[in-house]
């Protein structure tokens, strides 16, 4: 079975902190992906990043990065110089290829960014 | 033009009625999906689809029926509506149901209130 932990359930920073979300998964397969997703006030869902188990790189994008370490089982997610429009709800997910493929999402922690 | 669409986005109804949710996506992708969120924001899927044929059905009551018309439309219509359906109910789409090319985009949500 695929779970997926955050155990951060709310966090509030001030404009221009850095922020880390944490995301802590569990599954049993070789091959698996992993996701982060945000959830701002007006309720959709917007996809942020993708990575593929077998690709333990670090990506930066802007001022959003994302560590993945398989040692630990975690792919924590980090905010720099954080802003007022970063306050929403950020989901990590898991999903294994195969023919029934399906994201397994962790609860959520909501980020509140006060200006 | 929004990639994958859904309406009605609020719907407030009373309990014991029939009601639709209509989901159509734009991005030519195989698979499509019904996900439900809680009030305490947990998400779930719910069913998916893949070229019309349904692939996943989550232990859903069957007053759940999702109907997939062609591959760009995955409709959700729920029979004797009760006060626990209130939920986000989010469709999306994934270029296929393998995982390995899984992204998977979604609507900007349907809010379903039954009073």
């Known amino acids: 079975a695929q779970k997926v932990t955050q155990a951060q359930t709310e966090i509030s920073v001030v404009e221009k902190e850095d922020v880390t979300l944490d995301c802590v998964y569990e599954?049993?397969?070789?091959?698996?992906?992993l996701f982060w997703y945000k959830q701002p006030p007006s309720g959709e869902l917007v996809f942020l990043i993708r990575?593929?188990?077998?690709?333990?790189q670090n990506e930066i994008s802007g001022r959003y990065s994302w560590n993945f370490q398989k040692s630990t089982s975690s792919f924590n997610f980090t905010i720099t110089a954080s802003q007022v429009v970063d306050s929403a709800v950020y989901f990590c997910?898991?999903?294994?290829?195969?023919?029934?493929?399906?994201?397994?999402f962790g609860k959520g922690i909501t980020l509140s960014v006060r200006p | 033009d929004t990639a994958v669409s859904q309406t009605p986005k609020y719907l407030v109804t009373q309990m014991g009625n029939d009601k639709s949710i209509k989901c159509e996506q734009n991005?030519?992708?195989?698979?499509m999906y019904w996900y439900k969120q809680d009030s305490k924001k947990f998400l779930k899927i719910m069913f998916s689809?893949?070229?019309?044929?349904?692939?996943i059905n989550e232990t859903v009551p069957n007053r759940f029926s999702p109907k997939s018309p062609d591959k760009a439309h995955l409709n959700l219509h729920i029979n004797s509506l009760e006060l626990g359906d209130s939920a986000v109910y989010f469709c999306?789409?994934?270029?296929?149901?393998?995982?390995?090319?899984?992204?998977?985009?979604f609507g900007e949500g349907s809010w379903l209130t039954v009073v």
């Open positions: 999306a789409s994934s270029q296929d149901s393998t995982g390995v090319r899984n992204t998977i985009y």
């Open positions: 599954t049993r397969d070789t091959t698996y992906y």
């Open positions: 990575r593929n188990s077998f690709d333990e």
């Open positions: 997910a898991l999903s294994k290829p195969g023919a029934n493929s399906k994201l397994t």
């Open positions: 991005l030519g992708h195989d698979t």
């Open positions: 689809y893949n070229n019309k044929e349904l692939i």
